[in-house]
């Protein structure tokens, strides 16, 4: 293999805001943050979303909208539509 073509594969911290869970993983992901967790600095990665908080790994059932764009946009400026 050639040398120096390779990314530094190191242990990275994620944060799940959602479920305020943390996890530490080998990767290869850059990053300026560093937070330290469990005595340990670790270069930090906050996610949204991750399997912790993840409607499909929670068993969690989440409400989505029904109302589609157009009659969302329609209600939002309705006092802008002229009569005809």
């Known amino acids: 293999m050639r040398p120096n073509i390779h ?11 959602n479920a305020d869970a943390y996890f530490i993983i080998g990767s290869t992901m850059h990053t300026a943050q560093q937070k330290e967790y469990q ?22 059932v989440r409400q989505a909208s029904n109302e589609g764009r157009v009659a969302s946009f329609n209600k939002r400026f309705a006092r802008f539509q002229r009569n005809r």
């Not at 594969?9 to 805001?17: A, I, S």
């Not at 005595?39 to 969690?60: K, N, R």
């Open 39 to 60: 005595g340990q600095v670790y270069p930090y990665v906050s996610l949204d979303i991750s399997s912790a908080s993840h409607p499909f790994y929670t068993g969690e």
């Open 7 to 17: 990314p530094e594969y190191r242990e990275v911290l994620f944060h799940d805001t």
